[in-house]
Structures are given as C-alpha cells and as structure tokens.
C-alpha cells in the first residue's frame, strides 16, 4: 500500500540532506504531495512536485509506479536517491526511462554581485521592457504553453504572491522572456527561465534571470537553480552560481505517450 502523508513530516528523516527547495516545498506543505509505504513509520517515501518525483529511504517499486489521479503526468523526471533506487527504477519503467545529467548548484547566499547583477538589468535590449509578474501575466501565462511553467504549480495568484517571484520581459505587450518560480517554499524559491524560441540568443534570459535574483535577495529569499542542461548551467555560472554536482536522473514518457 502507498499512502500520501498528511501531515508531512513523518518523511522528513528519510529526506535529511537532499539540498532540493522542491523537497522542501513539498515538507512544509506548501505545494507538492509527499507518499510512503507507512503512514506512521515509512522507510520509503516520494516527493512530488510538478513534473519531478525525488524517491528517498529503501526502494520501492509502487512509489516508483505511484501515479496518483491529481498528479498525473504525461511526462515525469525521477531523481532516484541512490543507485539502488536507479537499478529498481530501470527494471521498472525499462525503455519509457531516459537517463539525463542535471546540474545541482550549492546553496550560497551571500555569492551574488548585486552590483554587476544591476548592470546586467541595465543591459536590457532596446524595444523591450522588463516587470515583474502580477496577476494579469500570472493569468496569460497560465494559458500561454511555452511559459506556463512560470506559475503552473501555484493554485492561484494569492498563492503565487505569498511563495512566488517572477521577473518577466515584454515585447509588443507580449512575454518574450521570463524568470519565474517553478516552485516556493518558506525561504526561497526555485527558477524557472525560459525565452520565446523567436527572442533567443539575445541576452534576455540572463537580464531576468538578474533581475529574479536581486528581488530575491531583497526579500531574504534563496533563488534555488536546478540545471536541466549544460545551457542552463552555463547561465546559472555566469549570474553567479558555483557548479556543486552533477546527477542522474530519469525522464519517464507515461504509456500513451511512448
């Protein structure tokens, strides 16, 4: 049996020393579900948030194919906690799982040149015009596909206005460019950049991604950087960020979709 823990901290231990703010999330029960094989005593527990399941304690093969109706997901990204997690979730899931490296960047607060973060700001390309998210880009960007991640996890804007941050940049009253919350917790948050495919190669990811980071910081929260891909992880450098590990990780395709 798998059950999801409501309360969320019975699972905490299980999860000690994952430097994830979407674990983080998911413990203080601001987003996210947390399962396990025990309500009262698990040994294996999921946390899930979006498109990412992180999988902690012993092995367990029905968290690995836990899909609960509110959480289902065409396409999910599995951090196994172990290699034994890795070679059970391989025997699981078979070819519907592919290994991908992503960037882990350490949580450094006091890291960031505010001053040359400023400068990038001020860098911005003529023709277009920079502002952070409020409720008229939270609603068009839940419904604009390429940007919906930005606000996709928070149930409503009064949510995303307590645990959410958003840096967005506007061409012809259209968002072209945006670093957002993928995801909020007590403290921080984690980013979300993406560029319009037809405004890349401008410097735009960067100049939100600047901007994102100096709200933060102005508020006291962490901007937590996940890197997908080497391009990711070059920006995250270059704003900052220091390189802490790479990992694996396994993007699962659900079977209407393979």
Avoid at 20 to 41: N, R
Avoid at 157 to 163: A, E
Wanted: hydrophobic fraction near 35%; charge should be negative; charged fraction near 30%.
């Amino acid at each position: 049996m798998i059950y999801r823990l409501k309360p969320t901290e019975k699972a905490a231990p299980l999860f000690e020393g994952w430097q994830e703010t979407m674990i983080w999330s998911c413990l203080q029960g601001i987003m996210g579900e947390i399962y396990a094989d025990s309500p009262d005593s698990p040994v294996s527990a999921a946390a899930l948030l979006g498109d990412f399941c992180f999988l902690a304690g012993e092995p367990n093969r029905e968290l690995i194919l836990n899909e609960p109706r509110q959480n289902r997901q065409d396409f999910r990204i599995l951090v196994p906690g172990d290699g034994n997690w890795a070679d059970l979730l391989e025997k699981c899931c078979g070819e519907r799982a592919g290994k991908v490296t992503r960037y882990a960047f350490k949580k450094e607060p006091e890291v960031f040149d505010r001053e040359f973060l400023q400068k990038a700001v001020d860098g911005l390309p003529k023709g277009y015009g920079l502002q952070m998210m409020d409720e008229t880009l939270f609603r068009r960007c839940r419904e604009t596909g390429w940007c919906r991640d930005w606000v996709a996890q928070y149930e409503n804007y009064d949510l995303y206005q307590r645990y959410g941050l958003g840096a967005v940049i506007i061409k012809d009253g259209e968002p072209v460019s945006g670093a957002s919350s993928y995801s909020g917790y007590r403290g921080g948050i984690e980013i979300e950049i993406d560029t319009r495919e037809d405004h890349r190669r401008k410097g735009l990811a960067f100049v939100c991604g600047a901007k994102l980071i100096l709200e933060c910081l102005n508020r006291g929260w962490y901007p937590g950087w996940d890197a997908q891909n080497p391009w990711s992880a070059a920006l995250a450098r270059k704003l900052g960020y220091h390189l802490d590990y790479e990992y694996e990780a396994y993007e699962l395709v659900s079977h209407e979709h393979t």
